[in-house]
């Protein structure tokens, strides 16, 4: 009998321990989850990279133009969800999002100005202005001042070509 009870408390343990270790391990799942989160975001907007360029490759603007939309939609989507669950968040998740939200931008502006160079390499250039533009309106912001920046000085380019007589000259000798 007594034999018996030491077996019962030891399966008992065993089941205690057991699931000490099945909580724990679902613990730690739960923490990697919100770290690949961050990661799978980060290889979708890698993939939408890849199949921006290989797009551009082909000469299959439209295409590319899609996938460079879907990283602003990633973007838009996160804004979105933070706002919304922001008092619900702790101070890294808070951190995560925020680094997704700006990659997905920074890529996004970095994809229309290869596009506006696209345009002008393929003598598109009211597509290529139009790019431009839309770098401007869409990246005002300060965090972004930098790609709109360089689509000012995309457009100036493009606005010399369709405007020669606006080049410097170079005064006779």
Not at 134 to 153: D, H, L
Request: aromatic share 10%; proline share 2%.
């Amino acid at each position: 009998m007594n034999n018996d009870i030491s077996n019962s408390a030891f399966r008992m343990g065993m089941r205690v321990y057991l699931k000490m270790f099945c909580g724990l391990l679902m613990v730690g799942t739960l923490s990697a989850c919100i770290g690949d989160k961050y990661q799978q975001q980060t290889d979708v907007i890698k993939g939408h990279v890849e199949m921006f360029y290989g797009h551009l490759q082909s000469h299959q603007v439209e295409q590319a133009m899609f996938e460079n939309e879907q990283i602003e939609l990633l973007a838009l989507k996160n804004e979105e969800r933070m706002l919304r669950n922001v008092g619900q968040m702790r101070e890294g998740e808070k951190t995560q999002e925020w680094k997704i939200i700006k990659t997905a931008k920074e890529t996004a502006a970095e994809n229309w100005l290869a596009l506006a160079q696209y345009f002008l390499v393929t003598q598109q250039y009211n597509k290529a202005l139009g790019t431009y533009r839309r770098i401007i309106e869409t990246y005002g912001g300060s965090p972004y001042q930098q790609y709109v920046n360089r689509a000012k000085m995309g457009m100036r380019d493009v606005e010399a070509v369709l405007d020669p007589g606006d080049l410097p000259v170079a005064p006779a000798r």
